[in-house]
């Protein structure tokens, strides 16, 4: 064999042999666990015939038993049975036949046949078997929160102390079988020739770790001698253990995590997601992992978790990681630091009503979903954006204040942009001439509102490799505004509604911007202007006066068509046009704040360039001199259909079915603008078909204004009048841009059933228990992978169809783009799910990228296989599994390939 070979086999099987002795003998974590599930037995024959020597005293009937005496048997013993109750013939034995039930204390005994020794304190239980040979009414012993079922019972209420053969109880997320059990009096077990396995098969276990012997601490842990492993009653000799450590635990506990291993040809051999769980208490938990590559890669996270009930739920994360990439010295050898930062908190509505606290945080380096990615959508993120906010409201009061910190970054781009902070003031819309107890008609300036609202706002945009490097807070952008809306309403010739406004708006900088321009002369005799930015720290307020009137047709203008033909299943057809029409002004600011305009020198022919100061700012203000206004057009239309509806067994109901949702039609004419008054005409239409399953949207824009034949430049001449022996649509204008798209979605009903989460297999979290589920599901939130599989919805298809096309001037200006979407989910049987998802470049004729995953679940196991055939991220794997965490992590396999493999 080559040496390579040998020493690659060595590393594989040392890392084995390593894993498997370190999470068999060291603790493994614990989580905490479900509730245990109660087992109910069912018994088809409650009239067995029983033959004793006995006299039977009663049937169903109920006895209570006190006792104080020597025994130390103080409570109440209560005996029932539905069949009979035998007393023997010294009144000393008690037999119960036929759902027999004992209760004492915290202690409930139930079997088809129990039999109760008074004198003694001794109770011996069984089943009954029935015509066919089957064991039915089995023992089922409960005392507080345990409970155990077998096959026989014996026990002592005054020692607490029994003998149980072939029990079967539940042990958190596991199960216990045993040929012979002893309870001792702390409630621990004493197994021999024990099985615990975590399939719920109790008569037939599909697999078990198979225990000499065995001793089970309750609430504590289990510990066991000499075992091994045995598959379909085959044993397994080679997987054994000298013993067997396993946490037992309902409370929250601590504990070691054990990692994944494997091989990737860039990173080599690997240890992944091991680390230390910290169980704190009930409301927080804590949990450190890391990984280590062969070639020196790692990485490590920290998560976090707190949460009050009915205050707030908060989550954090931070992930660091280095990845190298060849050898060092070699030509491609690489190594990048990234972080990652999550963290999402969010407040119960009960919590405080009038004020408001949340967190959405989701910073990266721009590199780290390049080399860090778990998963196709995580990978193809270009953006992500993060918000702290805070507000407060005052009851009774119109008055609501709020604060933001924003965040926003491009890993294309590499540029993030910052906001510390927002802070806004706002006054709620109020009638300051309304009167408080009218009478009669509401007069005509009852109807004026008022609003106010301001902002404060500190910003920058940089580079993300200096943002925490080399800025300053003069490097960021800040300014103040605040706005006053005084507007009303009211109609004119009952047809028109006309709502002017008047608006008074106040801005405030820190700092100005000048220009300064010096003609000078080069070493080689050439003048040219050198133009000088200065941003002056000097306070300046700039107020303007907007006025603008809005005009709208009401009512609403309506079209009808009627079918004469009573046999036609059409009714009707309606249309519905909405006009809309408005007005805005701004004056001249040069009149109105001093200094608010200023001239330099643009060459050395000494033109002059006439600016604002504040053209700079963070808030827009007419950058050009003097005054502005435009009139808004819009057109909306609305096109619906009656028709006769079928499942009407009268004949007489009808439905409407919306032809065409909207339709709308706008644009937009500038009055002092020496040229270009018009604006390109909107268009946008949406509408949805076959009970809103398929979606359509469109749009587009179109330039009234020609282009030139030969110089491709946009002129000041209609297209109407440009081309007046063209076709009516050339004629009206360049179509520019238009977008359309369908959406296509189906989806079976829900079937009805054990839709419960917390059912084996189902990784969701539960309230405000810290589980293992709930664990993996913040962890997978934040790696956006779903690891809930619901096989209650049998299919579910969605089909996505989008064409843009643009051509903003001459033909080789034209670019259309066609994409199209796939992406669903099967379940093929009961344990059988499919999802894939795809998408195609119809232009290009490739698929740009898809992916495929299939999960069988094999009831104690489950199998899941995840593949990317396509793009950046090509990558498989393959994992079988036991479900649970307490083998879940100790029992699978799994191959797969890294996408990072294909850096």
């Known amino acids: 064999m080559h040496k390579n070979s040998i020493i690659k086999l060595y590393l594989k099987f040392r890392y084995f042999v390593f894993l498997f002795v370190l999470i068999i003998c060291i603790p493994i974590k614990s ?101 066919l040979g089957n064991l039915l009414g089995k023992p089922k012993f409960i005392e507080k929160s345990d409970e155990f079922i077998a096959r026989t019972i014996k026990y002592n209420f005054k020692t607490k102390k029994g003998y149980i053969e072939d029990v079967f109880t539940e042990e958190e997320q596991g199960f216990l079988h045993s040929a012979e059990t002893k ?42 001698g000499p075992a091994y492993m045995v598959m379909h009653d085959i044993p397994i000799k080679v997987l054994g253990v000298p013993f067997v450590f396993f946490p037992n635990q309902s409370e929250y506990s601590s504990g070691i995590m054990p990692p994944k291993y494997g091989e990737e040809k860039k990173r080599g051999f690997f240890l992944q997601d091991g680390g230390y769980y910290f169980g704190i208490s009930d409301k927080m938990d804590l949990k450190l992992t890391g990984d280590i590559f062969s070639n020196g890669s790692w990485g490590s996270d920290i998560n976090f978790h707190y949460k009050k009930r009915y205050k707030f739920d908060s989550k954090f994360n931070f992930s660091y990681a280095e990845f190298i990439k060849s050898e060092e010295g070699l030509p491609d050898y690489s190594k990048t630091k990234n972080m990652a930062i999550r963290w999402t908190h969010t407040q119960d509505a009960k919590a405080n009503p009038n004020s408001k606290f949340s967190a959405s945080v989701n910073y990266s380096t721009s590199s780290f979903d390049e080399f860090n990615s778990k998963t196709l959508d995580q990978r193809a993120t270009n953006t992500k954006q993060s918000n702290i906010s805070y507000g407060k409201n005052w009851p009774g009061s119109p008055f609501r204040f709020n604060m933001n910190l924003k965040h926003s970054q491009n890993s294309n781009t590499n540029n993030v942009s910052l906001t510390l902070p927002v802070m806004t003031f706002n006054m709620d819309r109020q009638n300051p001439f309304r009167r408080k107890n009218p009478t009669g008609d509401m007069k005509w300036y009852e109807d004026i ?50 709502s002017p406004r008047l608006e008074y708006t106040g801005i405030l900088y820190p700092n100005y911007v000048k220009y300064t321009s010096e003609i000078k002369v080069d ?160 268009i946008r239409g949406r509408t949805s078909v076959f009970n809103n399953k398929l979606s359509i949207n469109f749009g587009g824009t179109l330039d009234t204004y020609a282009l030139d034949s030969i110089t491709g430049i946009v002129l000041n001449r209609s297209q109407w009048f440009y081309y007046e022996d063209e076709s009516f649509f050339k004629r009206i204008g360049r179509l520019e841009r238009f977008d359309f798209s369908l959406d296509f979605k189906l989806n079976s009903k829900k079937e009805t059933g054990s839709g419960d989460p917390q059912s084996p297999g189902r990784d969701m979290p539960k309230g405000d228990r810290f589980s293992r ?29 989008k064409f843009v096309y643009s051509k903003p001037g001459f033909e080789d200006s034209k ?70 965490s307490v083998l879940g992590d100790l029992l699978k396999y799994d191959k797969r390939k890294s996408w990072q493999d294909n850096l």
């Not at 827009?620 to 057009?633: E, K, T, V």
């Not at 589920?773 to 992978?785: A, V």
Request: charged share 20%.
């Open 815 to 884: 670019k259309i783009t066609q994409t199209m979407s796939l992406s669903g989910n099967i379940s093929l049987t009961k344990k059988w799910k499919i999802s894939f998802r795809a998408n195609y470049d119809l232009v290009e004729n490739e698929l740009s990228n898809a992916s495929l995953n299939l999960h069988r679940d094999l009831h104690c196991w489950e199998a899941s296989f995840s593949w990317i055939p396509v793009g950046y991220m090509q990558s498989y794997t393959f994992q079988i599994n036991v479900k649970g």
């Open 523 to 682: 070493t080689a005799g050439n003048s040219y202007v050198d133009i000088d930015t200065i941003n002056q720290p000097t306070i300046k307020y700039a107020h303007l006066v907007k006025p603008s009137i809005s005009l709208s047709v009401g009512p609403n203008m309506y079209g009808m068509y009627q079918f004469k033909n009573p046999d036609s299943k059409v009714i009707a057809i309606r249309h519905v046009i909405t006009p809309s029409a408005g007005i805005s002004y701004t004056p001249d600011l040069g009149s109105m704040v001093d200094g608010y305009y200023d001239t330099y020198y643009t060459d050395t022919s000494l033109n002059l360039r006439e600016y604002s100061i504040f053209e700079n700012g963070i808030y827009r203000l007419p950058a050009a001199p003097g005054q502005s206004g435009s009139i808004s057009f819009g057109l909306n239309n609305n096109l619906e259909m009656k028709v006769r509806n079928d499942e009407d067994t009268t004949g007489s109901g009808t439905k409407k079915i919306k032809l065409l949702e909207s339709f709308k039609l706008s644009t937009s004419y500038n009055i002092f603008a020496e040229e270009f008054n018009w604006a390109p005409i909107s």
């Open 31 to 131: 989580f905490p666990q479900k509730e245990k599930i109660g087992r109910t037995i069912d018994s088809n024959n409650e009239n067995n015939s029983i033959t004793t020597d006995t006299t039977s005293i009663s049937d169903s009937i109920s006895v209570d038993v006190s006792k104080k005496s020597d025994s130390f048997i103080d409570a109440k013993v209560i005996y029932s049975a539905t069949d009979s109750i035998v007393l023997s013939s010294d009144s000393k034995k008690v037999f119960l036949y036929t759902k027999a039930k004992i209760e004492y204390g915290d202690i409930v005994l139930e079997a088809d046949y129990i039999e109760y020794d008074q004198e003694r304190n001794f109770v011996f239980a069984r089943g009954v078997e029935d015509t």
């Open 773 to 801: 589920d709930q664990d993996q599901y913040m962890y997978d939130m934040q790696d956006q992978i779903v690891t809930y599989v619901d096989f209650d919805i049998p299919w579910n298809l969605g089909v996505n169809y």
């Open 449 to 498: 509102e008022i609003q106010y609202s301001s902002k404060l706002e500190n910003r920058i945009t940089t580079a993300d490799s200096l943002l925490f490097h080399g800025t300053e807070f003069s490097d960021f952008e800040n300014g103040f505004q605040h706005n006053i809306p005084l507007s009303t309403n009211f109609k004119i010739l009952n047809h028109f509604n006309l």
């Open 183 to 224: 309870k001792l009096a702390d409630n621990s077990l004493l197994l021999k020739n024990g099985k615990y396995t975590t399939c719920d098969n109790e008569e037939h276990p599909h697999f078990y770790l198979k225990m000499s012997k065995a001793k089970v601490v309750p609430n504590d842990k289990i510990i066991s």
